[in-house]
Protein backbone atom coordinates (compact mmCIF):
# COMPACT_ATOMS: atom_id res chain seq x y z
CA UNK A 1 0.00 0.00 0.00
CA UNK A 2 2.81 2.25 0.85
CA UNK A 3 4.77 1.13 -2.17
CA UNK A 4 1.83 1.99 -4.02
CA UNK A 5 1.41 5.57 -2.64
CA UNK A 6 4.86 6.31 -3.36
CA UNK A 7 4.98 5.15 -6.59
CA UNK A 8 1.46 7.05 -7.35
CA UNK A 9 3.49 10.23 -6.18
CA UNK A 10 6.93 9.32 -7.98
CA UNK A 11 5.13 8.97 -11.68
CA UNK A 12 1.83 10.43 -11.22
CA UNK A 13 -0.40 7.98 -12.86
CA UNK A 14 -3.89 8.21 -11.04
CA UNK A 15 -4.72 4.06 -11.20
CA UNK A 16 -5.04 1.75 -8.81
CA UNK A 17 -1.41 0.39 -9.05
CA UNK A 18 0.59 3.69 -9.78
CA UNK A 19 1.39 2.78 -13.01
CA UNK A 20 0.17 3.98 -16.52
CA UNK A 21 -2.81 1.74 -17.79
CA UNK A 22 -1.57 2.47 -21.64
CA UNK A 23 1.24 1.15 -20.55
CA UNK A 24 -0.13 -1.65 -18.91
CA UNK A 25 -2.38 -2.15 -21.75
CA UNK A 26 0.25 -2.38 -24.33
CA UNK A 27 2.64 -4.67 -22.47
CA UNK A 28 -0.62 -7.03 -22.21
CA UNK A 29 -1.30 -6.83 -25.93
CA UNK A 30 2.52 -8.07 -26.82
CA UNK A 31 2.22 -10.62 -24.32
CA UNK A 32 -0.96 -11.90 -26.05
CA UNK A 33 1.32 -11.16 -29.62
CA UNK A 34 3.68 -13.51 -28.53
CA UNK A 35 0.95 -16.90 -28.49
CA UNK A 36 -0.07 -15.21 -31.97
CA UNK A 37 3.80 -15.45 -33.17
CA UNK A 38 4.25 -18.59 -31.40
CA UNK A 39 1.08 -20.60 -33.39
CA UNK A 40 2.66 -19.22 -36.92
CA UNK A 41 6.38 -20.06 -36.00
CA UNK A 42 5.34 -23.33 -34.86
CA UNK A 43 3.35 -24.41 -38.01
CA UNK A 44 6.43 -22.84 -39.88
CA UNK A 45 8.42 -25.34 -38.41
CA UNK A 46 6.53 -28.57 -38.72
CA UNK A 47 5.89 -27.33 -42.09
CA UNK A 48 8.93 -26.18 -43.36
CA UNK A 49 9.77 -29.48 -44.65
CA UNK A 50 6.84 -30.25 -46.93
CA UNK A 51 8.11 -28.97 -49.76
CA UNK A 52 6.00 -30.82 -52.25
CA UNK A 53 6.77 -30.08 -55.58
CA UNK A 54 8.02 -26.94 -55.10
CA UNK A 55 11.40 -25.31 -54.05
CA UNK A 56 13.42 -25.99 -51.06
CA UNK A 57 13.80 -23.57 -48.77
CA UNK A 58 17.53 -23.61 -49.43
CA UNK A 59 17.01 -22.59 -52.85
CA UNK A 60 14.63 -19.42 -52.98
CA UNK A 61 16.55 -18.16 -49.88
CA UNK A 62 18.47 -15.16 -49.95
CA UNK A 63 20.43 -14.86 -46.96
CA UNK A 64 22.74 -11.91 -47.88
CA UNK A 65 20.09 -9.95 -48.77
CA UNK A 66 17.91 -10.67 -45.92
CA UNK A 67 20.68 -10.74 -43.75
CA UNK A 68 20.85 -6.43 -45.01
CA UNK A 69 17.36 -6.10 -44.23
CA UNK A 70 17.46 -7.61 -40.70
CA UNK A 71 20.17 -5.50 -40.17
CA UNK A 72 18.43 -2.44 -41.34
CA UNK A 73 15.52 -3.52 -39.04
CA UNK A 74 17.34 -3.62 -35.83
CA UNK A 75 18.95 -0.22 -36.42
CA UNK A 76 15.73 0.88 -36.71
CA UNK A 77 15.26 -0.10 -33.14
CA UNK A 78 18.25 2.31 -32.07
CA UNK A 79 16.28 5.28 -34.07
CA UNK A 80 13.11 4.25 -31.76
CA UNK A 81 14.76 4.71 -28.40
CA UNK A 82 17.10 7.87 -29.49
CA UNK A 83 12.99 9.13 -30.28
CA UNK A 84 11.96 8.36 -27.26
CA UNK A 85 14.90 9.92 -25.28
CA UNK A 86 14.65 13.02 -27.10
CA UNK A 87 10.97 12.63 -26.37
CA UNK A 88 11.62 12.25 -22.37
CA UNK A 89 13.85 15.60 -22.80
CA UNK A 90 10.78 17.37 -24.43
CA UNK A 91 12.75 17.82 -27.85
CA UNK A 92 10.31 17.76 -30.00
CA UNK A 93 12.67 18.70 -33.05
CA UNK A 94 14.57 15.43 -32.39
CA UNK A 95 11.76 13.20 -31.83
CA UNK A 96 10.45 13.69 -35.02
CA UNK A 97 14.08 13.34 -36.49
CA UNK A 98 14.36 10.27 -35.23
CA UNK A 99 10.42 8.79 -35.45
CA UNK A 100 11.05 9.97 -39.10
CA UNK A 101 14.17 7.89 -39.76
CA UNK A 102 12.71 4.85 -38.11
CA UNK A 103 9.95 5.00 -40.24
CA UNK A 104 12.07 5.69 -43.72
CA UNK A 105 14.11 2.12 -42.18
CA UNK A 106 10.61 0.19 -41.28
CA UNK A 107 9.30 1.28 -44.76
CA UNK A 108 12.72 -0.21 -46.43
CA UNK A 109 12.46 -3.48 -44.59
CA UNK A 110 8.99 -3.62 -45.88
CA UNK A 111 10.12 -2.95 -49.18
CA UNK A 112 12.75 -5.85 -49.00
CA UNK A 113 10.23 -8.05 -48.32
CA UNK A 114 8.69 -6.87 -51.30
CA UNK A 115 11.44 -8.00 -53.18
CA UNK A 116 11.94 -10.62 -51.85
CA UNK A 117 8.36 -12.02 -52.48
CA UNK A 118 8.70 -11.31 -56.01
CA UNK A 119 11.79 -12.86 -56.28
CA UNK A 120 10.25 -16.02 -54.41
CA UNK A 121 6.98 -15.98 -56.64
CA UNK A 122 9.14 -15.74 -59.87
CA UNK A 123 11.07 -18.99 -58.59
CA UNK A 124 8.00 -20.63 -58.65
CA UNK A 125 7.16 -20.69 -54.55
CA UNK A 126 3.19 -19.41 -55.01
CA UNK A 127 1.06 -19.08 -51.73
CA UNK A 128 -0.19 -22.39 -52.61
CA UNK A 129 2.55 -24.39 -54.16
CA UNK A 130 3.17 -26.34 -50.88
CA UNK A 131 2.43 -26.14 -46.99
CA UNK A 132 5.99 -24.64 -46.74
CA UNK A 133 5.59 -21.40 -49.15
CA UNK A 134 1.89 -21.14 -47.03
CA UNK A 135 3.10 -21.36 -43.88
CA UNK A 136 6.24 -18.57 -44.92
CA UNK A 137 4.15 -16.46 -46.60
CA UNK A 138 1.80 -16.64 -43.51
CA UNK A 139 4.47 -16.19 -40.80
CA UNK A 140 6.86 -13.50 -42.25
CA UNK A 141 3.61 -11.66 -44.27
CA UNK A 142 2.06 -11.20 -40.84
CA UNK A 143 5.24 -9.63 -39.56
CA UNK A 144 5.23 -7.71 -42.63
CA UNK A 145 1.82 -6.39 -41.63
CA UNK A 146 2.85 -5.53 -38.44
CA UNK A 147 5.64 -3.80 -39.67
CA UNK A 148 3.81 -1.49 -42.51
CA UNK A 149 1.44 -0.84 -39.46
CA UNK A 150 4.20 0.30 -37.41
CA UNK A 151 5.21 2.41 -39.67
CA UNK A 152 1.89 3.73 -40.06
CA UNK A 153 1.47 4.63 -36.45
CA UNK A 154 5.10 6.27 -36.90
CA UNK A 155 4.58 8.70 -39.56
CA UNK A 156 1.18 9.31 -37.61
CA UNK A 157 2.52 10.28 -34.56
CA UNK A 158 5.20 12.74 -36.77
CA UNK A 159 2.45 14.56 -38.14
CA UNK A 160 0.33 14.52 -34.57
CA UNK A 161 3.67 15.73 -32.88
CA UNK A 162 3.83 18.60 -35.74
CA UNK A 163 0.60 19.82 -34.95
CA UNK A 164 0.97 19.54 -31.13
CA UNK A 165 -2.16 17.90 -30.82
CA UNK A 166 -0.57 14.66 -28.90
CA UNK A 167 -3.55 13.50 -26.10
CA UNK A 168 -2.11 13.56 -22.58
CA UNK A 169 2.36 12.58 -22.21
CA UNK A 170 3.46 13.13 -25.22
CA UNK A 171 6.73 11.17 -23.89
CA UNK A 172 4.65 8.37 -22.98
CA UNK A 173 2.67 8.22 -26.12
CA UNK A 174 6.28 7.55 -28.35
CA UNK A 175 6.96 5.20 -26.08
CA UNK A 176 4.22 3.08 -26.24
CA UNK A 177 4.47 3.61 -30.17
CA UNK A 178 8.11 2.34 -29.10
CA UNK A 179 7.38 -1.03 -27.60
CA UNK A 180 5.05 -1.73 -30.29
CA UNK A 181 8.17 -1.29 -33.10
CA UNK A 182 10.78 -2.88 -30.78
CA UNK A 183 8.46 -5.95 -30.33
CA UNK A 184 7.96 -6.61 -34.25
CA UNK A 185 12.61 -5.91 -34.23
CA UNK A 186 12.48 -8.98 -31.63
CA UNK A 187 10.25 -10.97 -33.71
CA UNK A 188 12.26 -10.66 -36.60
CA UNK A 189 15.16 -12.38 -34.50
CA UNK A 190 13.23 -15.07 -34.27
CA UNK A 191 12.32 -15.43 -37.63
CA UNK A 192 15.32 -14.52 -39.08
CA UNK A 193 17.28 -17.25 -37.02
CA UNK A 194 14.77 -20.37 -36.95
CA UNK A 195 13.57 -19.46 -40.63
CA UNK A 196 16.56 -18.34 -42.75
CA UNK A 197 19.89 -19.57 -41.15
CA UNK A 198 18.31 -22.72 -39.35
CA UNK A 199 18.08 -24.69 -42.65
CA UNK A 200 15.36 -27.50 -43.01
CA UNK B 1 10.84 27.46 -8.06
CA UNK B 2 7.93 24.81 -7.53
CA UNK B 3 7.81 24.37 -11.53
CA UNK B 4 11.43 24.05 -12.01
CA UNK B 5 11.57 21.48 -9.08
CA UNK B 6 8.30 19.67 -10.77
CA UNK B 7 10.33 19.56 -14.54
CA UNK B 8 13.85 18.35 -12.80
CA UNK B 9 12.49 15.52 -11.02
CA UNK B 10 10.06 14.58 -14.18
CA UNK B 11 13.79 14.74 -15.74
CA UNK B 12 15.52 12.54 -13.29
CA UNK B 13 12.67 10.27 -13.95
CA UNK B 14 12.95 9.75 -17.47
CA UNK B 15 16.75 9.66 -17.04
CA UNK B 16 15.84 6.55 -14.08
CA UNK B 17 13.86 4.42 -16.67
CA UNK B 18 16.50 4.21 -19.44
CA UNK B 19 20.22 4.41 -20.15
CA UNK B 20 22.32 7.71 -22.26
CA UNK B 21 22.39 8.26 -25.62
CA UNK B 22 25.46 6.84 -25.78
CA UNK B 23 24.40 3.47 -23.78
CA UNK B 24 21.76 2.77 -26.44
CA UNK B 25 24.37 2.59 -29.13
CA UNK B 26 26.74 0.69 -27.53
CA UNK B 27 24.32 -1.87 -27.16
CA UNK B 28 23.10 -1.38 -30.55
CA UNK B 29 26.36 -2.21 -31.52
CA UNK B 30 26.86 -5.26 -29.65
CA UNK B 31 23.38 -6.24 -31.63
CA UNK B 32 24.88 -5.02 -34.84
CA UNK B 33 28.50 -7.59 -33.73
CA UNK B 34 26.02 -10.46 -32.65
CA UNK B 35 24.18 -10.18 -35.80
CA UNK B 36 27.07 -10.03 -37.89
CA UNK B 37 28.38 -13.14 -35.77
CA UNK B 38 24.82 -14.74 -36.83
CA UNK B 39 25.48 -14.24 -40.53
CA UNK B 40 28.60 -15.99 -40.63
CA UNK B 41 27.30 -19.31 -39.32
CA UNK B 42 25.71 -19.47 -42.92
CA UNK B 43 29.37 -19.01 -44.75
CA UNK B 44 31.60 -20.84 -42.06
CA UNK B 45 31.02 -23.96 -40.64
CA UNK B 46 30.75 -24.54 -37.37
CA UNK B 47 30.17 -28.12 -36.92
CA UNK B 48 28.47 -29.48 -34.45
CA UNK B 49 28.22 -25.60 -32.88
CA UNK B 50 26.08 -24.69 -35.58
CA UNK B 51 22.63 -25.16 -33.98
CA UNK B 52 23.65 -23.95 -30.30
CA UNK B 53 25.76 -20.86 -31.32
CA UNK B 54 22.23 -19.93 -33.39
CA UNK B 55 19.97 -20.66 -30.71
CA UNK B 56 22.02 -18.66 -27.84
CA UNK B 57 22.79 -15.34 -30.15
CA UNK B 58 19.01 -15.77 -31.08
CA UNK B 59 18.01 -15.46 -26.53
CA UNK B 60 20.67 -13.07 -26.10
CA UNK B 61 19.72 -10.58 -29.11
CA UNK B 62 16.12 -10.85 -27.48
CA UNK B 63 16.86 -10.41 -24.28
CA UNK B 64 19.09 -7.27 -24.82
CA UNK B 65 16.30 -5.86 -27.23
CA UNK B 66 13.59 -6.34 -24.90
CA UNK B 67 15.79 -5.32 -21.75
CA UNK B 68 17.62 -2.17 -22.66
CA UNK B 69 15.78 -0.61 -25.88
CA UNK B 70 12.24 -1.84 -24.14
CA UNK B 71 13.57 -0.85 -20.74
CA UNK B 72 11.91 -4.10 -19.17
CA UNK B 73 15.18 -4.06 -17.14
CA UNK B 74 14.25 -0.42 -14.89
CA UNK B 75 10.76 -0.79 -15.36
CA UNK B 76 8.37 -2.15 -12.91
CA UNK B 77 8.21 -5.64 -12.93
CA UNK B 78 4.54 -5.98 -13.36
CA UNK B 79 5.09 -5.21 -16.89
CA UNK B 80 7.97 -7.85 -16.98
CA UNK B 81 5.17 -10.26 -15.78
CA UNK B 82 2.87 -9.12 -18.56
CA UNK B 83 5.26 -9.94 -21.10
CA UNK B 84 6.90 -13.12 -19.71
CA UNK B 85 3.55 -14.51 -18.98
CA UNK B 86 3.21 -14.58 -22.96
CA UNK B 87 5.60 -15.37 -23.77
CA UNK B 88 6.41 -18.33 -21.56
CA UNK B 89 2.36 -19.36 -22.10
CA UNK B 90 3.48 -19.45 -25.79
CA UNK B 91 6.65 -21.50 -25.22
CA UNK B 92 4.96 -23.79 -23.45
CA UNK B 93 2.33 -24.37 -25.60
CA UNK B 94 3.87 -24.46 -28.81
CA UNK B 95 6.17 -26.87 -27.36
CA UNK B 96 3.54 -29.46 -26.51
CA UNK B 97 1.91 -28.89 -29.87
CA UNK B 98 5.30 -30.07 -31.96
CA UNK B 99 6.01 -32.46 -29.29
CA UNK B 100 2.21 -34.22 -30.06
CA UNK B 101 3.12 -34.03 -33.79
CA UNK B 102 6.43 -35.47 -33.50
CA UNK B 103 4.54 -38.19 -31.17
CA UNK B 104 2.32 -38.38 -34.15
CA UNK B 105 4.09 -38.90 -37.16
CA UNK B 106 6.70 -40.77 -35.88
Known sequence: ?200 | MSTATTEHSEDQEHADHGMSVIGYVKVALVLAALTALEVATYFVDFGPFFMPVLLILMCVKFFIVVSYFMHLKFDNKLFSFMFYSGLFLAIGVYAAFLATFKFFTA
Not at chain 1, 6 to 21: D, F, Q
Not at chain 1, 89 to 96: S, Y
Request: aromatic fraction near 12%; hydrophobic fraction near 45%.
Open chain 1, 1 to 200: MADTAVHHAEHGHHTSTGLSNNKLGMWLFLGSECLLFGGLISTYMIYRGRVGEGPRPGNVFDIPFTSVSSFVLLMSSLTMVLAVAAAQKRDDRGTTLWLTVTGLLGATFVGGQVYEFTAMYNEGLGYTTSLFGSAFYTLTGFHGVHVTVGVIMLLSLVAIIKRSKVPGDKAEVVELVGLYWHFVDVVWIIIFTLVYLIPT
